[in-house]
């Protein structure tokens, strides 16, 4: 399968270029899958094979991949006007139309964005915005951040400090004052006989007894995805959010939504805040922000963010933080774009529309003997291969199954990616019923055939 030429594209990917979030050994023997372009939610590549991509790339192709009015916003902004920064009291006019644009479709009726290239960097832009306000405020010890085991909040030294994966300890993170409480996951970490509402207030109770424990007016901030996502593409328990807010604003904690994967529809709702009836002080923004066609995060502050943020920056007449791209003009003409087409050209339906049918997807595989757990919210799920379904006993890690379930979907032209033990699928809105139907019938081919071999 891997093209041994010594030129092949899979010869010059290894040569030259750095393998991020891949399991090497497995590139080594498959070699690197090189792709040239996309058809709504199919890629091609380099030999002409076509892959579904029941992944969205990284969540954020929601539109697909051949999006016409999308490649025509950029085009057009890069005939206008194709680069600006916005330092030094200037902005491209779609910044300024962006903003007004984020603001209108938040939870807030008034508030402030703040532009980055990323995810990645909107989190570490929010965590520093804290860090100014604390010290501004004359608290210079309010710096720690609270969030959860699997969360995943980016790659900056910041941000992989929030983002609560084992990973990061070969990086010597996370850095200090950064805490992970217990994943509000039920299925894995619910006790016997503890019921679903019982594991929500034990998840509160933790969070009051770290408050309690490391000092209220030591927290700058607490950040959750409203349905996790790289940690495996968990949902909060029953009513978690509704038990956590009320904690937090008692001790005058800000509660920041990650909805860089949630934002934008994947849950049917615009926000996934929204989907679990909250409103969070401050909304991370990115991947579906864009459509994927151009890098860029934002930070959405809420009213009392956006007041404390302003009187802070006036004491000291300036807010010394920004990217030379932040508010670049063609990713604010690319968002404005894909916020219209997400929401008023019928992507948000589809997703509402094709639930369903997704749900009863994942239902129908975890009656499989080896799947522990099928779940998801929206558009986004996972199925979780188990050894024993009973005990919740997962494989031997060395057999590295969803690794394995992901490649034998690859072989058979469907992309989908291994999380832990499970596998996830996200697709693009755009994607249609009998797309859906052939994305499940691949991955359950290539579940029948995984769980075969290592039976
Ligand atoms: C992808 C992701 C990020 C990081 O975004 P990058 O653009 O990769 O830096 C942060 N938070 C969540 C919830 C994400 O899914």
Redesign the pocket.
């Known amino acids: 399968m891997r093209d041994e030429t010594p030129n092949s594209w899979e010869a010059r990917a290894d040569a030259h270029s750095f393998y991020g979030f891949t399991d090497l050994p497995s590139v080594n023997e498959r070699g690197a899958v090189v792709l040239t372009h996309g058809k709504g939610p199919y890629v091609y590549d380099v030999h002409g094979r076509e892959f579904l991509d029941a992944n969205s790339g990284l969540?954020n192709m929601v539109a697909g991949f051949d999006h016409p009015g999308l490649a025509e916003a950029a085009k057009a902004q890069y005939d206008r006007f194709p680069g600006y920064h916005a330092f030094f009291g200037r902005m491209s006019d779609q910044t300024v139309m962006l903003s007004e644009k984020l603001i209108e479709v938040s939870p807030y009726d008034r508030g402030k964005v703040f532009y980055t290239n990323?995810?990645?960097?909107a989190?570490d832009t929010m965590v520093k915005m804290l860090w100014f306000l604390s010290g501004s405020e004359g608290k210079p010890e309010r710096r720690k951040i609270i969030t959860r085991k699997n969360a995943?909040?980016?790659?900056t030294a910041v941000?992989a400090s929030m983002t609560g994966k084992p990973y990061n300890e070969v990086f010597g993170l996370p850095l200090d004052g950064f805490i992970h409480l217990t994943c509000p996951h039920y299925w894995r970490e619910g006790q016997d006989g503890e019921t679903e509402a019982d594991f929500t207030a034990r998840m509160a109770q933790e969070l009051e007894d770290v408050i309690a424990r490391e000092g209220a007016d030591t927290i700058a901030g607490f950040f959750a995805?409203p349905v996790m996502?790289?940690g495996g593409v968990i949902p909060p328990s029953d009513g978690y959010f509704q038990a956590i807010q009320p904690i937090l604003r008692k001790h005058g904690i800000p509660l920041i939504a990650?909805e860089?994967?949630c934002g934008f529809g994947r849950t049917g709702a615009v926000w996934g805040c929204e989907a679990y009836d909250f409103i969070p002080d401050a909304i991370i923004s990115?991947?579906n922000l864009t459509a994927g066609y151009f890098p860029m995060?934002a930070v959405i502050l809420g009213p009392e963010l956006t007041d404390k943020l302003q009187t802070a920056s006036d004491k000291i007449e300036e807010f010394p933080h920004g990217f030379t791209a932040s508010g670049h003009p063609v990713g604010c003409a690319v968002a404005l774009k894909a916020i219209d087409v997400i929401l008023n050209e019928g992507l948000i339906e589809n997703v509402r529309a094709l639930t369903p049918k997704f749900e009863a997807g994942l239902s129908y595989l975890a009656e499989n003997a080896n799947i522990g757990e099928a779940r998801g919210k929206g558009l986004m799920g996972a199925v979780e291969a188990v050894r024993d379904k009973a005990s919740k006993t997962p494989f031997e890690a060395h057999l590295s199954v969803s690794e394995r379930i992901a490649n034998t979907c690859t072989d058979h032209g469907l992309i989908c990616r291994p999380l832990g033990q499970a596998v996830v699928l996200c697709p693009a809105f755009v994607m249609t019923d009998t797309q859906m139907d052939e994305m499940f019938n691949k991955l359950e081919g290539a579940l029948t055939q995984v769980f075969a071999e290592v039976a």
């Not at 990323?118 to 960097?121: A, K």
């Not at 995943?152 to 790659?155: L, T």
């Open positions: 969540w990323s995810g990645s960097e989190n995943y909040h980016g790659v941000s995805e996502g790289a990650d860089v994967i990115s991947k995060g």
